[in-house]
């Protein structure tokens, strides 16, 4: 052996160290991401159930860092309302909070609860200016615990969202980027109509809305449709009403990130559609047990751990 077993040891233990914070599933996420925005001002919801960004020099176009062209963002395409349920609207796994919701959708938190990927920041006009993401959130392909690593390597729906809470327009609304894309060997792209589609069936905006009403999301939808679903998760059962409104996007290919490979002969990369979803609980278990259902045990990480390890230790061999 070249190298003793002292080296695999260590980065056993550093793979360890890394993992740890995938044991905060459950707990309130405001209280460990340093970029989560805090409220100033009491929650007051208009009826719309959320503030027009457009309406207080903000924008429905996310800031994104290093683009090519300068000056490109994307789409945030989906917004779940201030008017939903006020426990779906805490950012938790507890007490059917936000992130059982998405775990409902078949979505999880990041891979192992580790970041990945430049931060993107929105404006909301609600008087907090540009703020980075809250979180990104991912497609779980059926696996809330380790599901979110499967689409990091091969692609897939995910989201990041930001949360309406400034001192000007304090709605508790979250505004949701959502998007499929492309395997990381191929850079996670975006995949031709990948903004429209992220938000409809299986998996993407349409995806999304798919994933609440259990249909694919036929392609003529236009200002005013509606969908309705049940979906359920760690016992919490959620229905969502989803209406599709014009008038805060616009529907061009300009200013749009990745727009040249989205965009399609048929529709601009942005559709200029916005799914609104408001969200209320309709049954609940007892006592919450999603962040024992959303949680890896060390026994699910060991395969994972034989992928890793080789690639922060040195090389050895046998």
Request: hydrophobic share 35%.
């Amino acid at each position: 052996m070249v190298h003793s077993m002292g080296s695999m040891t260590l980065s056993l233990t550093i793979i360890l160290l890394c993992t740890t914070p995938t044991f905060t599933y459950g707990l309130d996420y405001s209280s460990w991401r340093p970029w989560r925005r805090a409220s100033s001002s009491k929650r007051v919801v208009p009826p719309d159930g959320f503030y027009s960004p457009l309406s207080s020099g903000g924008s429905m176009l996310t800031d994104v860092p290093d683009t090519f062209p300068p000056g490109q963002g994307e789409p945030i395409n989906a917004i779940l309302s201030g008017n939903s349920d006020s426990r779906v609207l805490v950012d938790s796994e507890e007490n059917g909070g936000l992130r059982n919701y998405f775990l409902s959708l078949g979505f999880s938190g990041e891979c192992l609860g580790q970041h990945s990927g430049s931060d993107q920041a929105a404006n909301l006009g609600d008087g907090d200016g540009f703020q980075n993401e809250t979180s990104v959130i991912r497609w779980n392909y059926g696996d809330p615990q380790l599901g979110s690593c499967k689409e990091t390597i091969e692609g897939g729906n995910h989201f990041r969202y930001w949360v309406q809470d400034g001192p000007s327009g304090n709605s508790g609304a979250i505004f949701m980027a959502v998007s499929y894309e492309l395997p990381l060997n191929l850079g996670h792209d975006i995949i031709s109509n990948g903004y429209n589609l992220a938000s409809s069936s299986a998996v993407l905006r349409d995806w999304l809305v798919g994933n609440i009403t259990g249909s694919n999301i036929p392609p003529n939808i236009t200002n005013a449709t509606t969908f309705s679903g049940t979906t359920s998760f760690a016992n919490f059962t959620y229905h969502t009403d989803v209406t599709y409104i014009t008038g805060l996007l616009e529907n061009t290919n300009d200013n749009i990130n990745h727009n040249i490979t989205v965009g399609t002969e048929f529709v601009n990369a942005s559709d200029g559609l916005v799914a609104i979803l408001d969200v209320k609980i309709t049954s609940e278990p007892a006592k919450s047990t999603a962040w024992k259902l959303s949680t890896p045990q060390f026994w699910q990480l060991l395969p994972l751990m034989v992928i890793l390890v080789p690639s922060l230790a040195p090389p050895f061999s046998l």
